[in-house]
């Protein structure tokens, strides 16, 4: 048994585990309502938070490869998921301004149509963007000790392009959504404001306009973050491209990191911390977002009174003079 040398074990590890568990609860009810970016979001977020949770355990004080096969699988995962969260962020944006700034509801036409769009992009695109990272992927993976394997890509320009560009886009693309959906958002609740609705359609309307409000206004932070990355690698320095066997050589070598060499360099201890909270946090942000608002804690309060009727027992008196 590894003794973990991170002062926060096992703080991250819970908070990891909250990352998987809570993404999960009130996904049942966002596929029935056909909200696909919201969907796709929960289920990447979940994913994430799972690897980085067995991650934090398996490689907790140690820098042996002792799971080759969940390294060669997570590490995609991750790649996929790099590219997956933001662009599931974007899909439930323009979701929103859509709603928001349409007259009528949206039929079930546009909702097919929205269904297909979100699952292009927060599915395919992910998985080509996650193949093409094989142009630029050195070795199989890394491992870093507390962190556990991370994908390995060869610091090139091309992989500036094919790594860091795409979330940068993404986020613009999502920035101009973002200001477009609470401007329309707000013009529709000041429309509702002018109508003078009943109270308790006020309160369901303002119990679903402050958390997407707030939602889309932390969505103008992915550009920044992004930005960020690109800074740290450029800053660590970029690698000439020599030609493809170069980069490929020795593709089965594993490079193993203990915590007491990445911790010494501030630059690789800012960008593995910020990237594993950030990921882990993902998670726990949309179930705030989307599993705290009135309409879920109404989900909650039938799903409870279900379950607590199945374990009910039966009045065998009743259902007998019922059958008579």
Request: overall charge positive.
């Given at each position: 048994?590894?003794?973990?040398?991170?002062?926060?074990?096992?703080?991250?590890?819970?908070?990891?585990?909250?990352?998987?568990?809570?993404?999960?609860?009130p996904?049942?009810?966002?596929?029935?309502a056909?909200?696909?970016?919201?969907?796709?979001?929960m289920?990447?977020?979940?994913?994430?938070?799972?690897?980085?949770?067995?991650?934090?355990?398996?490689?907790?004080g140690?820098?042996?490869?002792?799971?080759?096969?969940?390294?060669?699988?997570?590490?995609?995962?991750?790649?996929?998921?790099?590219?997956?969260i933001?662009?599931?962020?974007?899909?439930?944006?323009?979701?929103?301004?859509?709603?928001a700034s349409?007259?009528?509801?949206?039929?079930?036409?546009?909702?097919?149509?929205?269904?297909?769009?979100?699952?292009?992009?927060?599915?395919?695109?992910p998985l080509?963007l996650?193949?093409?990272?094989?142009?630029?992927?050195?070795?199989?993976?890394?491992?870093?000790?507390?962190?556990?394997?991370?994908p390995?890509v060869y610091?090139?320009?091309?992989?500036?392009?094919?790594?860091?560009?795409?979330?940068?886009?993404?986020?613009?693309?999502?920035?101009?959504?973002?200001?477009?959906?609470?401007?329309?958002?707000?013009?529709?609740?000041?429309?509702?404001k002018?109508?003078?609705?009943?109270?308790?359609?006020?309160?369901?309307?303002?119990?679903?306009?402050?958390?997407?409000?707030?939602?889309?206004?932390?969505?103008?932070?992915?550009?920044?973050?992004?930005?960020?990355?690109?800074?740290m690698?450029?800053?660590a320095?970029?690698?000439p491209?020599?030609?493809?066997?170069?980069?490929?050589?020795?593709f089965?070598?594993?490079?193993?990191?203990?915590?007491?060499?990445?911790?010494?360099?501030?630059?690789?201890?800012?960008?593995l911390?910020?990237?594993?909270?950030i990921?882990?946090?993902?998670?726990?942000?949309?179930?705030?977002?989307?599993?705290?608002?009135?309409?879920?804690?109404?989900?909650?309060?039938?799903?409870?009174?279900?379950?607590?009727?199945?374990?009910?027992?039966?009045?065998?008196?009743?259902?007998?003079?019922?059958?008579?």
């Open positions: 048994m590894f003794r973990s040398t991170d002062p926060l074990y096992p703080f991250y590890t819970i908070f990891s585990f909250s990352g998987f568990l809570l993404p999960l609860i996904l049942t009810w966002h596929l029935q056909w909200n696909s970016g919201t969907c796709f979001y289920i990447w977020a979940s994913l994430i938070g799972l690897i980085d949770f067995i991650n934090s355990i398996l490689w907790a140690t820098i042996l490869d002792i799971a080759p096969v969940w390294c060669d699988f997570s590490t995609h995962v991750i790649l996929a998921g790099t590219f997956a933001p662009l599931s962020s974007l899909c439930i944006v323009r979701r929103l301004y859509l709603i349409a007259k009528s509801a949206l039929t079930r036409i546009e909702k097919r149509r929205a269904v297909i769009f979100d699952t292009t992009l927060c599915l395919i695109v080509v996650t193949a093409l990272q094989y142009i630029v992927q050195g070795h199989r993976y890394c491992i870093f000790e507390e962190i556990g394997c991370m390995y610091r090139t320009l091309a992989t500036q392009f094919l790594v860091t560009f795409p979330p940068i886009l993404t986020g613009l693309v999502s920035a101009y959504y973002d200001i477009r959906c609470i401007i329309a958002l707000f013009r529709h609740y000041r429309e509702l002018n109508l003078q609705t009943p109270a308790c359609e006020n309160s369901f309307t303002m119990d679903r306009f402050i958390p997407v409000v707030i939602f889309a206004m932390l969505e103008t932070c992915t550009t920044p973050i992004a930005v960020f990355a690109l800074v690698n450029v800053s320095g970029l690698l491209w020599i030609s493809w066997d170069y980069v490929h050589a020795d089965s070598y594993i490079p193993a990191t203990p915590s007491v060499i990445w911790r010494s360099n501030g630059i690789d201890e800012a960008s911390e910020l990237q594993r909270w990921n882990s946090s993902c998670g726990i942000l949309i179930f705030l977002f989307f599993g705290t608002t009135k309409e879920a804690r109404q989900h909650y309060s039938k799903a409870f009174y279900n379950l607590k009727s199945q374990f009910r027992p039966k009045n065998s008196l009743g259902k007998a003079s019922n059958e008579r």
